[in-house]
């Protein structure tokens, strides 16, 4: 099969190897549809720590072709979507934390692949209704779903996030399904903006026409807002997030912020205003729930250019310029 290897910075190669064999308690899925995610952009500019030689990719959706010893035949031909670990459900960070810490976590292989072999818990079976390519978002959507359970929200109040690429449409989406009432986006890109609406978005800022704390106090009574979710990875725009709020507000950080960068708010405000920072990273417990999750969503136009395998590069370049919302690699065509 053929993969593409990452060899640090912008530098990839095509290789063929060997096709893999289904291990004990593993499968073979052949890969339908990768998403290209932020991570995979930041790792290739040393943002994001990562160790080359390696095959990129964790956001993949496809069909089980072979199942190792002790997984039950009958799952070949099944479609799935693949977890890039699995969880042992009884070490202290999955009892404590979140399964998607496991301490015992098994791997799925890099996914910029014709084919990806996935721990048997990994590999999620996606619903009928849910076609592969859109179940490819399962990832970022778990992310988000995932931050969005851990806001408290006690009085149906309004949110906002600031950054409306993939990360941001789905954090809004889940932020109103958690019961928040009225949701904001603030994204200077109007073709961005307008998405929002189809996730939910009650009210639209575009930064470059108002300041948005005062957007909000507009639409609020003047008041600020309950939540404020930073999807970007800036952390000035976190420092706005915590203007934004009202008093005991919530801030949630899905976006990735540079390594080492300080929190540029005033200590004495987050203190008086009893302001709550929450970081999100990862998938924490809902990885399995969320294509059924987003399978109720409508995700027309979220998948914006669709590349073959040997055009990963070009697509990490692409996605990196934010030219669309989502780019998706297809290594079977
Ligand atoms: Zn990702
Ligand atoms: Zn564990």
């Known amino acids: 099969m053929r993969i593409m290897t990452w060899h640090g910075g912008d530098k990839f190669t095509l290789d063929q190897v060997p096709d893999p064999v289904a291990r004990p308690g593993r499968v073979v899925v052949k890969v339908d549809t990768i998403g290209v995610c932020g991570t995979d952009v930041h790792i290739t500019q040393g943002l994001f ?21 002790g997984v039950d035949k009958s799952r070949i031909g099944e479609r799935v979507v693949m977890n890039t670990t699995s969880h042992c459900g009884v070490c202290s960070a999955c009892t404590t934390w979140s399964e998607s ?24 079976k996606i619903p009928d209704t849910l076609d592969l390519e859109q179940a490819a978002l399962t990832e970022p959507a778990s992310c988000c779903f995932s931050g969005a359970e851990m806001v408290r929200i006690d009085d149906n109040g309004i949110g906002v996030v600031i950054g409306g690429g993939i990360m941001g449409l789905f954090t809004l989406a889940f932020l109103k399904r958690q019961g928040v009432e009225r949701m904001i986006m603030s994204e200077p890109v109007a073709a961005r903006r307008e ?23 507009d639409h609020n009574g003047g008041y600020g807002a309950n939540i404020a979710a930073e999807v ?14 009202r008093p005991r507000g ?84």
Do not use: W
């Not at 810490?101 to 999620?124: H, I, K, W």
């Not at 970007?232 to 709020?245: D, F, I, Y």
């Open 195 to 217: 998405m929002a609406t189809q996730f939910g978005a009650d009210l639209l800022h575009d930064p470059a026409e108002s300041d948005l704390t005062e957007f909000v106090k």
């Open 101 to 124: 810490r496991c301490e015992n976590a098994d791997l799925t292989s890099g996914m910029f692949a014709e084919y990806a072999t996935a721990p048997s818990q990994s590999a999620v």
């Open 49 to 69: 720590p990562s160790t080359p030689p390696k095959v990129l990719g964790h956001e993949g959706s496809g069909v089980i072709v072979e199942v190792g010893e």
């Open 250 to 333: 919530e801030v949630l950080m899905i976006g990735v912020n540079p390594e080492g960068a300080p929190l540029p708010v005033d200590m004495y405000d987050l203190h008086y205003r009893e302001i709550t920072l929450k970081g999100a990273f990862g998938r924490g417990d809902v990885f399995a729930r969320t294509p059924a999750e987003i399978d109720t969503l409508n995700l027309d136009g979220v998948i914006s250019g669709r590349y073959e395998l040997q055009d990963v590069p070009q697509a990490i370049v692409d996605s990196g310029e934010g030219k669309g919302v989502k780019f998706v690699i297809k290594p079977n065509g």
């Open 232 to 245: 970007v990875g800036q952390p000035k725009l976190v420092a706005k997030c915590v203007e934004v709020v």
